[in-house]
């Protein structure tokens, strides 16, 4: 059974630091591409970080330089270094998952955690 668990979550200021964990089980993010995305209130879903088939990584332009996505294939976890955090970094953030072999768009994922909230004053 796949499941994506998110940890880390909380309450931070400005300039601040927060490491998002994500818990995989049923699978191995070896074989899946993994992403980190968010969505603050009353506005879209957005694509934060992610890794691609390939296993580059590749990240919004608004978090570049300030979050580094990363993960563990031993512990079969996936994380979200995030630094000089801002105000509109502020959202629920989600991990999610899809086969390295199904081919799919940018940021188009099979599988989601429940998020972890980060809020930034």
């Known amino acids: 059974h796949v499941q994506l668990v998110e940890s880390g979550g909380g309450s931070v200021a400005a300039g601040g630091s927060l490491t998002l964990s994500c818990a995989a089980s049923?699978?191995?993010?070896?074989?899946?591409?993994m992403a980190w995305l968010r969505q603050a209130p009353g506005k879209e879903r957005e694509g934060v970080a992610r890794?691609?088939?390939?296993?580059?990584?590749i990240y919004a332009d608004s978090v570049k330089g300030r979050f580094t996505i990363s993960k563990d294939n031993t512990k079969n976890t996936l994380y979200l270094q995030m630094n000089s955090l801002k105000p509109e970094d502020t959202a629920m953030y989600y991990c999610?998952?899809?086969?390295?072999?199904?081919?799919?768009?940018?940021?188009?994922?099979?599988?989601w955690g429940q998020g972890t909230q980060v809020t930034v004053s």
């Open positions: 999610a998952a899809r086969p390295v072999d199904r081919l799919g768009h940018p940021w188009e994922y099979d599988y």
């Open positions: 049923g699978f191995a993010v070896l074989t899946y591409s």
């Open positions: 890794f691609s088939r390939v296993g580059i990584t």
